[in-house]
């Protein structure tokens, strides 16, 4: 009982402890060094544990209410955990745009590979296959598919107006409009897919997780959420800065950009981390589950779009320049092109992986591995 209370606290201490650390470095430490950037870094990211615990909390108690599939209810909660993503993403995006739109792509290479590693402490069976949920293959493998397409065709559209634009090399970007487009459309396919999978998959018995005891109030899941969106505001804000921080001393150290991309983009994904690992210790698999794929999926179908639409508003609005001398926003390179192209691998070989039988194994379960693990070397050492 006493351990179940303490249990259910952790978040409450969590909250106070990284709200102290982000007060420190916030309205004591006023010179942006390696202190106070550390302090905003693990202060941030400790808030963000504390809203992702009680996110859960407010998923879970939910989920039991309505007799929601744990899986659905586990994507949703994936869905608030971007919300830290997307604050630290605005302000990386209005310090640097280009850094910031290669972190947000980064960010699937970075889920992908988490997804493999989580692949591998799953249950298996006598033939060493994990099975996996039945939503997951049914439609997260679609998105998979979609994924790959989107990031081979934009890519490939990239390189071309880089190699057959009139305007010079130099020049070649994607302007507001394209933002715009390709935002608004990568958004409908998420809408779409939330929509398909709380229709198809939200009453599948098979995969509703036990749920004795006392049902949670609904006045307490709203307060679990609303505290939960606050505090992933608070900690994401502070992570922005902690990026900010960071890719200044980085740049002073001599280091590439698309390094200091790939350390910004494993910050970027720590909500849906923390989800997983609080999910997973907590034996909800389903709800870990389910964070782990939407790691992946909803980059390309809400994270990238919606820092697509906040990179074409803020030029618009000026908080950014405008690239190349029109309305152009990000410029069409060597590192922007080849961090798009190098996700279509990743995603074809994670679509396989799955569809074939719902399962996976040791082999694929190291195959996803290697290649999302080759993809980001290649990025960091040549990109």
């Known amino acids: 009982m006493s351990g179940n209370s303490h249990e259910s606290k952790q978040w409450l201490w ?3 402890s990284g709200l102290i650390l982000v007060a420190i470095a916030t309205f004591v430490i006023h010179s942006h060094g390696w202190i106070k950037g550390v302090l905003l870094g693990v202060g941030g990211l400790v808030v963000v544990f504390a809203s992702s615990e009680m996110m859960i909390h407010a998923v879970d108690g939910f989920a039991k209410r309505k007799k929601m599939n744990s899986f659905v209810a586990g994507t949703m909660a994936g869905l608030s955990s971007n919300i830290p993503e997307l604050v630290m993403l605005a302000f990386v995006l209005m310090a640097s745009p280009t850094i910031g739109f290669i972190v947000t792509v980064l960010t699937l290479h970075v889920g992908a590979a988490a997804f493999g590693i989580y692949c591998g402490t799953l249950p298996r069976d006598i033939y060493g296959d994990a099975h996996l949920p039945k939503p997951l293959v049914n439609l997260s493998t679609d998105l998979y598919a979609a994924a790959a397409g989107v990031f081979f065709s934009i890519g490939m559209i990239m390189l071309l107006m880089n190699s057959f634009s009139s305007e010079s090399v130099a020049t070649a970007s994607l302007s507001v409009t394209d933002l715009y487009t390709f935002g608004a459309i990568l958004l409908l396919i998420q809408i779409v897919a939330v929509t398909r999978l709380v229709k198809r998959f939200s009453g599948d018995e098979s995969n509703i997780e036990d ?37 200044e001393k980085l740049k002073e150290a001599g280091y590439s950009e698309m390094f200091g991309a790939v350390i910004l ?3 970027a994904s720590a909500g849906a981390f923390v989800m ?9 698999y389903n709800i870990a589950m ?11 179908f809400l994270v990238l779009p919606v820092a697509m639409i906040m990179l074409a508003a803020f030029t618009q609005t000026g908080i950014i320049p405008v690239f190349g001398g029109h309305d152009g926003v990000i410029p069409i390179n060597l590192h922007t092109t080849s961090v798009l192209l190098l996700g279509f691998p990743s995603m074809l070989v994670l679509w396989k992986a799955v569809q074939d039988d719902g399962k996976v194994n040791w082999v694929e379960t190291m195959s996803m591995i290697a290649i999302f693990m080759i993809a980001i070397y290649l990025l960091v050492a040549h990109g």
């Open 211 to 247: 749920s004795q005891g006392k049902l949670m109030p609904i006045m307490t899941i709203v307060a679990f959420s609303l505290a939960g969106l606050v505090a992933s505001v608070i900690g994401g804000h502070a992570v922005g800065e902690f990026a900010g921080i960071l890719v």
């Open 276 to 284: 997983i690992g609080t999910a997973h210790f907590q034996k909800k």
């Open 265 to 267: 983009s494993i910050f």
């Open 14 to 16: 969590l909250l106070i």
């Open 290 to 300: 389910a964070n782990a794929s939407g790691a992946i999926t909803q980059v390309p």
